[in-house]
């Protein structure tokens, strides 16, 4: 049998992936100098070209770095990495939502030009396939026989959910293209997820912290949430939840569990199958919003509760907002056993999904192009999330704790107690520069003294002089 011969990128990313691998184990730690490129080249039996290639992919990381006439040493290291946040402690009891006005200021506040922005958790223009993405959208239009000015069936484009239902396998799915309903995003979903299985003066679990979105879309519902302690790294505490269950009468749940936002924490796939079966014995419903899911940084992706359902009690819900096209507002559920409630719903709130963003979406998808964008994206996400973590680390003070998520746009901070997230944030904005404070991830306006950093931007000039600014004001805070 032939022996098997790697493409000389292959190579250079498997020679890095064990330089990185020594790294995590602290085998190497900060400091400590690397061979040179020609010893390398020469240990490994490859290239210099290859020799280099990896080194480069590694500092691109930020995790090692090249210092003039003295080779590459390494830079990042777990061990001086600054400690996690701590778990969320939300006040025990089932309260009705208000959604402060200071959502509202915060982003009324960040529509400045020359704003740098760590508030928003989305992609940049700059590492989505714009070409690509217009290329799609005119061979849609030439395909249509009404050049896409018709409505589209009420259940959504019959191509793209078909591409969704292949799309599902890769987190442990089967549906098949009719259990699929496109929506305008994924905060469709969720809300008229929500509406067709609860009613108003209901009570919903929810994670804490978690998006400020969802807490609009219970008060437009009339529903009161139990707020559900959340580990940084594990996600929700299930044996909190299971005592809370018959305490507060709770109807339904909402949750992120793959790389939560603001948190970024990633509920391991067994505890996500337990928390599935619990809901199950209990007959209450999930609704799971898995926005962030294919953002990860691993070798494979997370599964997702619907994975383990098998009584058609978990909603399943999505969109290509955060991966691939924001502005086209395409999103999706799998509503299970409530699939023709949820119809019912969408012919009375919204009817038909955008026509020409579907077919743009679906040509996109079937010509291959999604999963080689998604590559490039995660590959980006999780270099980008290295470089943010050690500037907080190098500009914040030492008692600033941080999340160190394996996937999604967001970190997590959390600061000395006497730090007030929101006047931080409204200092910050004299500098041009914007943060989401945690109160507004917390229907009970908690977390003062912490905020969100999002990722999504690559990493530049202005995004360290951003965050070295940050850490100086905090530093400086009196």
Same mark, same amino acid.
């Given at each position: 049998? @032939? #022996?098997? $011969? =790697? *493409?000389?990128?292959? %190579?250079?990313?498997? &020679?890095?992936?064990?330089?990185?691998?020594?790294? @995590? #184990?602290? $085998? =190497? *730690?900060?400091?400590? %100098?690397?061979?040179? &490129?020609?010893?390398?080249?020469?240990?490994?039996?490859?290239?210099?070209s290859t020799a280099f290639q990896a080194y480069y992919f590694l500092e691109s990381k930020g995790l090692i770095e090249a210092r003039p006439q003295s080779g590459y040493y390494v830079k990042h290291?777990?061990?001086?990495?600054?400690?996690?946040?701590?778990?969320?402690?939300?006040?025990?009891?089932?309260?009705?939502?208000?959604?402060?006005?200071?959502?509202?200021?915060?982003?009324?506040?960040?529509?400045?030009?020359?704003?740098?922005?760590?508030?928003?958790?989305?992609?940049?223009?700059?590492?989505?396939?714009?070409?690509?993405?217009?290329?799609?959208?005119?061979?849609?239009?030439?395909?249509?026989?009404?050049?896409?000015?018709?409505?589209?069936?009420?259940?959504?484009?019959?191509?793209?959910?078909?591409?969704?239902?292949?799309?599902?396998?890769?987190?442990?799915?089967t549906p098949s293209e009719d259990d699929i309903v496109v929506t305008a995003g994924a905060v469709e979903a969720m809300s008229l997820c929500m509406k067709a299985i609860t009613k108003p003066g209901?009570?919903?679990?929810?994670?804490?912290?978690?998006?400020?979105?969802?807490?609009?879309?219970?008060?437009?519902?009339?529903?009161?949430?139990?707020?559900?302690?959340?580990?940084?790294?594990?996600?929700?505490?299930?044996?909190?939840?299971?005592?809370?269950?018959?305490?507060?009468?709770?109807?339904?749940?909402?949750?992120?569990?793959?790389?939560?936002?603001?948190?970024?924490?990633?509920?391991?796939?067994?505890?996500?199958?337990?928390?599935?079966?619990?809901?199950?014995?209990?007959?209450?419903?999930?609704?799971?919003?898995?926005?962030?899911?294919?953002?990860?940084?691993?070798?494979?992706?997370?599964?997702?509760?619907?994975?383990?359902?098998?009584?058609?009690?978990?909603?399943?819900?999505?969109?290509?907002?955060?991966?691939?096209?924001?502005?086209?507002?395409?999103?999706?559920?799998?509503?299970?056993?409530?699939?023709?409630?949820?119809?019912?719903?969408?012919?009375?709130?919204?009817?038909?999904?955008?026509?020409?963003?579907?077919?743009?979406?679906?040509?996109?998808?079937?010509?291959?192009?999604?999963?080689?964008?998604?590559?490039?994206?995660?590959?980006?996400?999780?270099?980008?999330?290295?470089?943010?973590?050690?500037?907080?680390?190098?500009?914040?003070?030492?008692?600033?704790?941080?999340?160190?998520?394996?996937?999604?746009?967001?970190?997590?901070?959390?600061?000395?107690?006497?730090?007030?997230?929101?006047?931080?944030?409204?200092?910050?904005l004299k500098y041009n520069i914007g943060i989401a404070p945690g109160p507004i991830f917390s229907t009970q306006g908690r977390f003062e003294n912490c905020f969100r950093l999002s990722y999504g931007?690559?990493?530049?000039?202005?995004?360290?002089?951003?965050?070295?600014?940050?850490?100086?004001?905090?530093?400086?805070?009196?």
């Open positions: 049998m @032939e #022996k098997t $011969v =790697l *493409k000389p990128d292959h %190579k250079y990313a498997e &020679v890095a992936e064990r330089i990185e691998s020594l790294i @995590e #184990k602290k $085998v =190497l *730690k900060m400091g400590d %100098k690397l061979l040179s &490129v020609r010893a390398l080249s020469k240990e490994q039996g490859i290239s210099l290291s777990h061990e001086h990495a600054l400690e996690l946040p701590s778990i969320s402690d939300p006040i025990d009891d089932a309260l009705p939502v208000s959604v402060d006005d200071m959502i509202k200021q915060v982003y009324s506040d960040l529509n400045a030009k020359g704003i740098v922005n760590f508030s928003v958790a989305t992609p940049s223009i700059k590492l989505l396939p714009v070409a690509k993405l217009a290329k799609a959208t005119m061979q849609a239009i030439r395909d249509s026989p009404t050049g896409c000015l018709n409505y589209e069936n009420v259940q959504g484009n019959a191509a793209l959910r078909k591409q969704i239902a292949r799309q599902a396998f890769n987190w442990g799915g209901d009570t919903v679990a929810i994670e804490t912290p978690t998006y400020y979105a969802i807490f609009q879309v219970m008060e437009s519902h009339g529903l009161k949430v139990v707020e559900i302690p959340t580990d940084p790294t594990r996600g929700i505490d299930i044996d909190y939840l299971e005592q809370a269950i018959p305490r507060f009468d709770i109807k339904a749940c909402l949750f992120v569990n793959t790389f939560n936002n603001p948190l970024g924490s990633c509920m391991p796939d067994d505890r996500k199958k337990k928390l599935v079966d619990m809901l199950a014995k209990k007959d209450i419903p999930l609704v799971e919003d898995d926005i962030y899911g294919e953002m990860y940084f691993g070798k494979t992706r997370p599964r997702t509760c619907k994975s383990f359902d098998r009584k058609g009690l978990v909603l399943y819900c999505s969109s290509f907002s955060k991966s691939l096209a924001p502005g086209y507002r395409i999103g999706w559920t799998i509503p299970g056993k409530f699939k023709e409630r949820f119809m019912r719903l969408k012919r009375m709130h919204s009817v038909s999904t955008n026509t020409l963003t579907q077919a743009a979406l679906a040509n996109f998808l079937s010509n291959g192009r999604y999963e080689l964008h998604l590559r490039h994206l995660r590959k980006a996400l999780h270099t980008q999330s290295l470089r943010y973590q050690q500037a907080v680390a190098e500009y914040f003070p030492d008692d600033t704790r941080v999340t160190r998520p394996t996937g999604g746009f967001t970190l997590w901070l959390e600061m000395n107690k006497k730090v007030d997230a929101y006047k931080l944030h409204r200092k910050a931007e690559p990493w530049s000039e202005s995004v360290e002089e951003g965050i070295k600014t940050l850490g100086k004001l905090v530093r400086e805070w009196k």
